[in-house]
């Protein structure tokens, strides 16, 4: 584990501003559930495609009404689960890396996602290490928080130190149902929201003291995904069923923005699992030359 410094409480007299971001997005036209490989999913509780293009419609909508760019990338027939674009890699200022998934059902969205970033990036690769993109990776200032225990591997941590050139701080997730690190984690301006019980006893110490201004959610809220949200740095785009998270944001000065994704959580996916960020450099984390 790269050694970190604690991240600086805001300064409370400080108004929050959204940051225009820029996101990338695939749209739901195949998905279905026809394979279970998260407690989320069951083959045997119908979907509704039609109601899940729609919800979606109304999440990219709501990103571009804030100022946001949304990219899109072609869904392919087959790969129900590609609609979950944070999955497809991470990438920040001009590199990029495709992501390896861990479940064969989902191996080809790897490549897929590939041929996009290698296109928009001076500096594509693809993972040699199993990792899940976004899904088990998230930018916070200068450091990339990282899970591992179900999707990613830790050695997939220190290739994404590596190549972005960035500290990683490596989180074990112990919680089936939260079987991404943004499942349980959601990286605000200038701290994060997470659920305790998702991480190993080590790693919660460590949240909590990097973190010591953290939002802590409840299990309800982490039970509907809730902390699968994306932050601008002022709204909080986050599950609809939330309830504390919602006050507890607005506490903070957030504004949250509630989206319904009801179809898309029966395979596992919220708010983030649908966007992938592509970051801009920001405050010294250039990735390594080379």
């Not at 419609?57 to 709501?62: E, G, I, P, Q, Y």
């Not at 899109?72 to 689960?81: K, N, Q, T, W």
């Not at 990438?91 to 970033?117: C, K, M, Q, T, V």
């Not at 994306?230 to 986050?238: A, E, I, K, Q, R």
């Amino acid at each position: 584990m790269t050694s970190v410094a604690t991240l600086q409480a805001p300064d409370p007299t400080g108004a929050r501003r959204p940051v225009a971001r820029r996101y990338l997005m695939c749209r739901p036209e195949h998905f279905e559930v026809t394979y279970a490989i998260n407690p989320w999913m069951d083959t045997a509780t119908p979907v509704d495609r039609a109601k899940a293009l729609a919800q979606w419609d109304a999440l990219r909508a709501a990103y571009e009404a804030h100022g946001h760019r949304v990219e899109v990338i072609d869904g392919v027939p087959g790969l129900p689960d590609m609609v979950f674009a944070a999955n497809g890699g991470l990438a920040i200022g001009d590199r990029a890396l495709s992501a390896r998934f861990a479940n064969p059902e989902r191996a080809d969205e790897g490549p897929a996602y590939h041929r996009w970033l290698e296109g928009q990036f001076a500096k594509a690769a693809a993972a040699s290490e199993t990792n899940e993109g976004e899904g088990d990776f998230a930018v916070s200032g200068d450091r990339i928080l990282a899970g591992t225990g179900f999707r990613t591997a830790v050695s997939a941590h220190r290739e994404v130190e590596e190549f972005f050139g960035m500290p990683v701080v490596s989180l074990e997730l112990v919680d089936p149902r939260f079987y991404h690190l943004d499942t349980a984690l959601m990286v605000l301006d200038d701290t994060i929201v997470y659920y305790p019980p998702a991480f190993s006893a080590e790693s919660a110490r460590l949240l909590a003291e990097l973190y010591p201004d953290a939002i802590l959610a409840t299990e309800d809220d982490a039970n509907v995904l809730g902390l699968n949200g994306v932050c601008d740095g002022y709204h909080v785009f986050l599950s609809n069923r939330v309830t504390d998270l919602a006050e507890a944001l607005a506490a903070r000065g957030y504004e949250p923005v509630g989206i319904d994704l009801s179809e898309l959580l029966k395979a596992g996916g919220s708010v983030k699992c649908c966007t992938l960020e592509l970051h801009q450099v920001r405050r010294g984390s250039a990735p390594a030359a080379g």
